[in-house]
């Protein structure tokens, strides 16, 4: 299938599947913006969850998506099901059950559209996932597996990211981590930090953001982090600052692209579109897990100046998934 619009153009391949695992959620947004979360009148319901965002901004721009995880077998589950198959994401790899219910975020705007959580987690359907529900054959025609650090508890799912890193590792695939730090959801912040230390020798391709970076290595500034970052298989680290725009890092290059300044409504789910729009765009290219090191500094700028777009266009409208711009919207 191609797709062509002004200056992108791309051809996709029936063996370009992106493979997210972990949370899906309903996101309960506000109708009001910089308030407390006490003044707050109504929220309505959005879904939502980094892994799930990321494979709906994946399948928006037209790649094939598939999203591994558990619902509860409830209003919210179903709702998450039905939305995501609107969006284009494969959910064969979703499972339902009556053991535990559906994830709930309430989100709570700051004046500049930065949000804050409280989670409805304990435990919910997603982190009961085992590794034996899990299908070995959903690997097959992986292009990358997406994770983030919310899964990776001491509850069943840890074990299932793990079986789901082994597969696509195996064959050949890139494995891409996001830690999408949530404090909240960890007895102490010690145990996230070794958690997301422990997995991003893992993967091959670390998104990281200003506001993470001091937490993980204890360094403010990105190049004095990078030794810690590239470690094990880390070839391509990434590094987002928001408005202040995007670093790529292989070993060899360098490469900053700055983001177009817009009147921000809402960040949700920008950090996931991100990364969603790069791994995309890294497929289009035809960027392979060997070739991620020998990437040009132009062929960085490049996606850098795509997944910056996509974001820009997405925090000018409220949610996460809701906001994703299609193929059609990027202009010449």
């Not at 996606?303 to 059609?328: Q, W």
């Amino acid at each position: 299938m191609q797709l062509s619009s002004g200056r992108w153009r791309w051809i996709i391949l029936a063996s370009d599947r992106l493979i997210a695992i972990g949370e899906a959620l309903i996101d309960f947004i506000p109708d009001r913006q910089g308030c407390l979360f006490r003044e707050v009148g109504a929220f309505s319901p959005a879904i939502g969850g980094a892994p799930a965002n990321v494979c709906a901004a994946f399948a928006r721009l037209g790649g094939r998506a598939s999203l591994i995880s558990q619902l509860g077998d409830d209003p919210f589950g179903h709702k998450i099901m039905y939305e995501l198959q609107q969006y284009g994401v494969d959910t064969s790899a979703i499972r339902l059950t009556k053991e535990a219910n559906t994830a709930l975020a309430f989100v709570s705007l700051a004046a500049d559209g930065n949000r804050t959580f409280s989670f409805y987690r304990k435990p919910s359907a997603d982190m009961l996932l085992s590794p034996q529900q899990v299908d070995s054959d959903i690997f097959r025609d992986a292009y990358a597996l997406h994770f983030c650090s919310v899964s990776l508890g001491d509850f069943p799912m840890k074990q299932t990211h793990r079986k789901a890193i082994d597969e696509v590792k195996n064959q050949g695939g890139i494995i891409s981590f996001d830690p999408n730090l949530r404090f909240q959801l960890w007895d102490s912040r010690e145990a996230l930090r070794s958690t997301v230390l422990e997995f991003i020798p893992y993967c091959h391709i670390l998104k990281i953001s200003d506001e993470e970076l001091g937490f993980i290595t204890g360094e403010s500034d990105i190049e004095a982090a990078l030794p810690k970052l590239f470690t094990g298989n880390v070839k391509l680290v990434v590094y987002t600052c928001g408005g202040g725009g995007a670093y790529a890092f292989t070993r060899q290059k360098k490469c900053f692209a700055s983001a177009r300044k817009v009147d921000v409504i809402d960040t949700t789910g920008a950090g996931d579109g991100f990364i969603g729009s790069m791994l995309f765009k890294l497929r289009c290219m035809g960027v392979t897990r060997d070739t991620l090191e020998k990437m040009s500094t132009a062929e960085l700028k490049k996606c850098l100046d795509f997944s910056n777009e996509f974001c820009t266009r997405s925090v000018t409208k409220h949610g996460a998934i809701a906001s994703y711009p299609d193929m059609a919207d990027y202009k010449d």
